[in-house]
């Protein structure tokens, strides 16, 4: 399975985004999908996740503001991210939820206070 997270960009702060995540290979061999973020000079956390039966959770710090969602026709996975703060600056990542060995690139959000 690969997992390969697009879209991030230059917000400013109460400002929105939305992550897509592109899912290929066998889909079947993992059960969740899952949004991770690496901040600079942090460790890398995870943010949200989804199973493959639709249910959801959330990082106390992103709840009420992200909302994760999936795609099942286009194997995709969206992380929409309102109310955004300069504490979501990270690099975001797709992955499965048990996360897999191999990261993909990531995708950079800066949001600007």
């Known amino acids: 399975v690969q997992l390969q997270a697009s879209g991030g960009g230059l917000v400013q702060a109460g400002g929105s985004l939305r992550l897509s995540c592109a899912v290929s290979g066998s889909i079947s061999d993992i059960n969740a999908v899952a949004w991770y973020r690496q901040a600079p000079e942090k460790p890398r956390e995870w943010v949200a996740s989804i199973t493959s039966g639709g249910t959801k959770k959330y990082a106390d710090s992103v709840k009420d503001r992200f909302a994760i969602s999936r795609d099942n026709a286009k194997i995709t996975v969206y992380l929409q991210m309102n109310s955004l703060k300069p504490e979501d600056t990270a690099v975001y990542y797709c992955?499965?939820?048990?996360?897999?060995?191999?990261w993909g690139q990531g995708t950079l959000v800066t949001v600007s206070s």
């Open positions: 992955n499965a939820d048990p996360y897999l060995a191999t």
